[in-house]
Structures are given as structure tokens and as C-alpha cells.
């Protein structure tokens, strides 16, 4: 093992280059006030920019979609890069040689050498896998089931199949020869731990690697293959892990990015199987999802690939469902998130329902290729597969057909087809272009169907999402104390210097409403400043103090803009202006305490044997309260 990236290259690499240089790359800034850029955010859709890039802060934050943090998260974010690889791309624009550390070969470093190490065991894995899928006995069922599908050992080897041996420790074993320990080996996704030790999580199945854009093998499919299998599920895949989320990768992408990337065309299928499939019949740009319905960071991923941006000529989406229940509702599904992209959409669907690994199987590769070409424009399939549903031959069914499909026809991106589509459409339905255009004016647009959201559950002792959320709700900016404090913490994070140390004595944590806001502060009072701290590390450092929850808020904060001018003499807000922002926020604190002293005196007063000793110290501070708030709202009047 190379060792990790000393703590202080990584200082010296976001220390030396320019944030502002590195998005625009990716983004067209404009000047946004002092010190600030703004422009259209890559990460999500939007029409007006909230995209915004603080050089002095080496920070960006988006306020569309809450994407932030510093030039290595944003290198990461839009690369899809680990914080090494990032580190690395980053260095390397510097001209910059990284120097490593020398560390035991199991031992984990919070981030920096643990993406290598997990992959290294996910590599390791699919070697063996693969090799005892031509090897072991205990494959010949794994190998049949390939041969039935016209898929031998050299499409095996171009895939990177395997066979997951049955026994139930061998991989375990190896990992643990190798230098890992059961902790990496578990964080992995590749082994369990039970009463009786660690375990080998896939065992009896054929294993296809999940690899991401760079080819790392990251995760694995697993399909049952022996009926003894103590587990039914059909398929089982890696669980999240730090390096693997199923929501961002797709089966196939290594292999097919070039060819989305030259075409401008990815095709969508269902499998592995269909994957293998496609690529050999000559659809070289095709993928499939890992155990999860495709979705909005699936379309991020490809629209980049494919370039799929306004001005270019539309770029192409082809998905292939089956003719099936389940086949038409994930099409229902991709029209309604067809707003999200540049490209035309279009659906395949087989005759019979065939996926294109029976297709092939069936009518041979160059079926497969005339599936994709002849691909119905997604719109189309929308409206005929609602239309099946109704019975045209009734007023009542047309009535019904009308109902159903103009929120389709209002989604369609392009609002100059729309006249055209509502006459075809009239048309199939067998009424007047009037009537579905009264019709259409009385609907809205498709919304995309709601499944339950499946989340894992939380590592013991680990918040789950709801804890986080109910204990750093979004702070309600409508407040104008909520939005006093938000001001303040923009003045602690952007210009440190404007606050003296007093004041952090002054201002205690609880005097703070929104909790979000009062973990931000926490952390801004944990850091430690040193001689020389430059405002980016100022910002890093409180981000790393923030709890989790948190830290999307301290970049946001550190971006936004002040509603106040710059004084020239110091450089930074004006001083009455931060002065209120204290007391206002102090004031909380003192009014607080005040309301307590009183409700305590009350108490005392009804009680006829209260301590009288007691009376007079509660009313002396009561009154001692009452007078600092007096001098504070005097002191910024």
C-alpha cells in the first residue's frame, strides 16, 4: 500500500489553487457583490443562477439545491471522484508532486486511504470470483446458466463474471491473508460478522462487479443459482457502502461511456444480462440500474457523459421496459422526470416483452440493434399505454382517456409539438381537438409516482435521517430573529476579525433559536485559530466541527450574500451593522433569562415559606437582567 497523502499536501494543494479557476471550468461566473460569483449550478436544472463562488472563502454553495463545500468537493461532486482521486486531479493541475505516509496495510484513516483499501478488497474479490467460475465444480451450474444464454468464458472474461464460492469463509480468508482486517472487510460490503465470526456475504451465486466511470470494481450483483439457497431473492447487491451507492452508479458504465459520450445516445436496460446482451449484439452504449429504480442522479451522471445541454442538438435517451405492469409504470416514471432532461426520450419495447437477452437469444444480435433504432418517442408510448386502459368505444372511456392523458400532453417539453400531439391524440381517441383542448386547460402535468422511500437502517448508535432532521430542522429565515442569527454567523464564518473575542464570551450558544444555527456556532467556537489560518481554513476547519446535519449550512453561510455595504476603511461589514446582529442575538439570551427569574419569583411569592434569602438574590438578578437589556437596546438605538 502506497500509504495516505500527508495532512499537509492536501493543505498545500486547496491552499494553491483557485477555486474561482477550477469551477469555471465548468461553470460561466458573473460578479455577484464583493468578494462573490454567481452562476447556473451544474449539479441540478435551473433556469436562474444560485450557483455561488467565494475565492477569499474557497468555498462554493448552491441555494437551489444545497450542493457545497470546498474546491476538493467540488472536484468530487462533479467528477465523481473520490477525495484522493480528487486531491490527486488537483495536485497534478498544480504541478505539484504529493508525498505519502507510510501506514499499516489494514489500518483506516477517516477517508483519505480507505477508498483505496475498499476497492483493493472489491478487486481482490472479483478476482477470485472470476477465477472460480471456470475452475470450481461448484460452478457448473453458474457456467450452464450463462451457456443457456449464448454467454461463454470469453464473454465472461469481457464482463468480469464470477462464481462466489458456496462454502462460505473463502474470501474472508483471502481478504484476511492479504493484510485486511475484518473491519475494512465489512465496510466493504463483502463480508458479515455473526456470532460465530465474519462471513463471506455472497455465497453460491454468480457475481457480475459493479465498477464506476474509472473501472473500479466497487460492488457486485448476485444471482441465486442453486435452489437450497437459504436466501430467495432472485438478485442481491453489495449494501451501501462509503464507496458504492446505488442511486449513483449504473451496471455497464465503464464500459459504455465512451460510446454515450461519442453517440450522445445511452440506452436503458433492465439487467446484467441485458447489459451483456446489448453490448454484444453492437449497442455498446447501454446500462442498467443496480437494484433500484432509475433516477435523478442516473440522469445527472448521463447528461454529462452525453453532453446533454441546450444549444447541442438533442442528445438521445432510448429505455427498453418490458410490456409488462411493472414494465409501463417504470415508463410512466421515466416520462415524468423527462423535464429534467435536454435529450429525446424514446421507449423500446420488444414483441412479447422480450428483453433484449431473450431477443438476442432469439432473433440475434441484429434484432437487438433494430429494438433500439426503432425505439416510439417516449410521449407516444405515455399516451398509448394510458389509452389501453380505457374503453374508447364508451363516451364514458373517452370522457376517461381525455382525462388521463392531457397532463401528458402538458408535460411535453417542447411546448411548439404540443398543438400537433393534441390533434394526433384527439385522433386516436376519436373526439374533437376542442374538447381535449378544454380538457387540457382544466389539468396540470405528470408528476412522477411516489414509491415508499426505502432507506437503510442505521449502523448502531448511528442517527437515522429522521433524528437528523428533527434535530437540525432548515431555520425559518421569516423569523427576524432566526434570520438576525443567519446574518451573524454569514459576519463569524465570511469576516472572523469583525468580532472580538469578547463577544463569543458575550453570546452564549443557547442564545441561539435555530438549532442549526446554535451546532454552527458550537463549531466556530471549537476551532482553534492559528498564526497565518487563511479564511478557506477558517471555513474547513468549522465545517469539520459541524456536525453532518450541519455542514451543508456553514458553506452556504460562508457564500452568502451580506445585506449590508463593505466599509473601505477595514474591509469588511460595516461595524454598527454587526454590533446589532450581536445584541439582537444577545437579546434572545437576556429576555430568556429574564422570563425565567420571573416565572422563579412568581413561584416564591406564592409560597409562604420560601427562603427569603433566595427572594432577594433571584429579584437583585432580575433586576441586574433587565438593566444589561436596557444598555444593550441603548447601546445600538
Known sequence: MAGRIRPQDIAVVKDRTSIVEVVRDHVTLRSAGIGSLKGLCPFHDEKSPSFTVRESAGTFHCFGCGEGGDVVAFVQKMDHLSFVEAVERLAGRLGMELER???????????????????????????LYADLLISSPDARAARAFLRERNFFRAESEQFGIGFAPRGGEELARLLRSRGFSDEEMALAGLVGRGARGSYDRFRGRLMWPIRDTSGDTIGFGARRIFDDDRIEAKYLNTTETSIYKKSHVLYGIDLAKKAISTGRQAVIVEGYTDVMAAHLSGVESAVATCGTAFGVDHIKLLRRLMRDEPGLDPARIVFTFDGDAAGQKAAMRAFAEDQRWTAQSFVAVAPQGMDPCDLRLQAGPAAVKALVSDAVPMFEFAVRTLLARCDLASAEGRVQGMKVVAPVINSIKDPSLRPE?????????????????????????????????????????????????????????????????????????????????????????????????????????????????????????????????????????????????????????????????????????????????????????????????????????????????????????
Open 101 to 127: 505516509e507510510e501506514g499499516g496495510p489494514g489500518a483506516l484513516d477517516g477517508g483519505l486511504g480507505r477508498r483505496s483499501r475498499l476497492v483493493e478488497a472489491n478487486r481482490i474479490a472479483q478476482e
Open 421 to 637: 400531439y393534441q390533434r394526433t391524440v384527439a385522433g386516436w381517441i376519436g373526439v374533437s381537438v376542442e374538447q381535449l383542448a378544454d380538457q387540457m386547460r382544466r389539468a396540470g402535468t405528470l408528476q412522477a409516482p411516489q414509491d415508499a422511500p426505502r432507506r437503510r437502517d442505521p449502523e448502531p448508535g448511528e442517527p437515522s435521517a429522521a433524528e437528523l432532521a428533527a434535530a437540525y430542522p432548515r431555520p425559518d429565515l421569516r423569523d427576524p430573529i432566526v434570520n438576525a442569527e443567519s446574518q451573524l454567523l454569514q459576519v463569524l464564518l465570511q469576516y472572523p476579525n469583525a468580532v472580538t473575542h469578547e463577544v463569543y464570551d458575550a453570546v452564549p450558544p443557547e442564545s441561539f433559536v435555530a438549532p442549526a444555527h446554535r451546532a454552527v456556532f458550537d463549531a466556530i467556537r471549537s476551532v482553534v485559530v492559528t498564526e497565518g489560518m487563511t479564511l478557506a481554513q477558517w471555513v474547513d476547519g468549522v465545517t469539520e466541527h459541524a456536525p453532518l446535519a450541519a455542514q451543508p449550512l456553514v458553506s452556504a453561510l460562508a457564500v452568502a450574500t451580506l445585506p449590508t455595504t463593505v466599509d473601505p476603511a477595514t474591509g469588511g461589514p460595516d461595524q454598527r451593522y454587526v454590533d446589532s446582529l450581536v445584541a439582537r442575538v444577545r437579546e434572545v439570551s437576556l429576555t430568556r433569562a429574564i422570563a425565567d427569574s420571573m416565572s422563579l419569583m412568581r413561584r416564591l411569592s406564592s409560597d409562604p415559606d420560601a427562603d427569603q434569602a433566595q427572594v432577594r438574590a433571584v429579584s437583585a438578578r432580575l433586576q441586574d437582567l433587565q438593566r444589561q437589556r436596557a444598555e444593550l437596546r441603548e447601546a445600538v438605538s
